[in-house]
Nanobody, 119 residues
Framework: QVQLVESGGGLVQPGGSLRLSCAAS????????MGWYRQASGNQRELVAE???????NYADFVEGRFAISRDNAKNTVTLQMNSLKVEDTAVYYC?????????????WGRGTQVTVSS
């Protein structure tokens, strides 16, 4: 099992920045990919950004160069720096990790942190 704790959400004005962090604990040696998803009210959960253990990054098209994902394998954390935030970025942001545990590919989720972009 893996436990994920997110932090850093909040209220910000359009054009502002927020930094989300996620700390993983538990059976962390099997984690391969760490990432962030979001779910806006009435919408499906969607990928924002992810990063592999080798450092390969993948961003959703809507990021448009505004966000940057990073991970610290020594601290078992993944961070999402969000700049130039837009009203449409308002959502609950979820940390996600994926990997192989006892031969089974699994995915774990955090509880989510609210990001609200509003003037």
């Amino acid at each position: 099992q893996v436990q994920l704790v997110e932090s850093g959400g909040g209220l910000v004005q359009p054009g502002g920045s927020l930094r989300l962090s996620c700390a993983a604990s538990g059976s962390i040696n099997s984690i391969r990919t760490m990432g962030w998803y979001r779910q806006a009210s009435g919408n499906q959960r969607e990928l924002v950004a992810e990063i592999t253990s080798g450092g390969t990054r993948n961003y959703a098209d809507f990021v448009e160069g505004r966000f940057a994902i990073s991970r610290d394998n020594a601290k078992n954390t993944v961070t999402l720096q969000m700049n130039s935030l837009k009203v449409e970025d308002t959502a609950v942001y979820y940390c996600n990790v994926r990997g192989w545990w006892s031969g089974v590919y699994r995915s774990f989720w955090g509880r989510g942190t609210q990001v609200t972009v509003s003037s």
